[in-house]
């Protein structure tokens, strides 16, 4: 990844959470690899995905508390209280996640008992022209 588009990542993930303390740096292992701080806290990761000559890029982020605190959990650590979970129907080892009406990606459950969960999410390169 280049400084433009660690620059434009920066910006699309500080508007889908609504936190402007967001910071996307390199990563260490890749130069397809980003990752996303929290003030001095690394709270993700974001890998590049461009197999099928479209270039997109997948955000990963470990949530290590229990399903009944989980959106209070986002909510107090992106300083927010747009930010909600939704239930995805059948399914309960998985959320949707939303800022407000807008969808951001599906967290799951990391173990059977759901004492720590993964957000994904898909940023396509169209997602970034704005910024």
Known sequence: MDKAELRKLQEFLRKSFGN???????????????????G???????????????????????IPVERPVLQDYLRRLFETDKLKIVPRGKKNDSVEFYNGDDFL???SADDPKATSFTLQMAI???????F
């Open 105 to 107: 990606g599906v967290i």
């Open 40 to 62: 001095e806290r690394k709270i993700g990761a974001i890998t590049v995905d461009d197999e099928d000559g479209d270039r997109s890029f997948a955000f990963e982020m470990k």
């Open 20 to 38: 402007q303390g967001i910071k996307v740096t390199p990563g260490k292992r890749d130069s397809d690899d980003a990752d996303a701080h929290l």
């Open 124 to 130: 396509l390169d169209i997602d970034l022209d704005e």
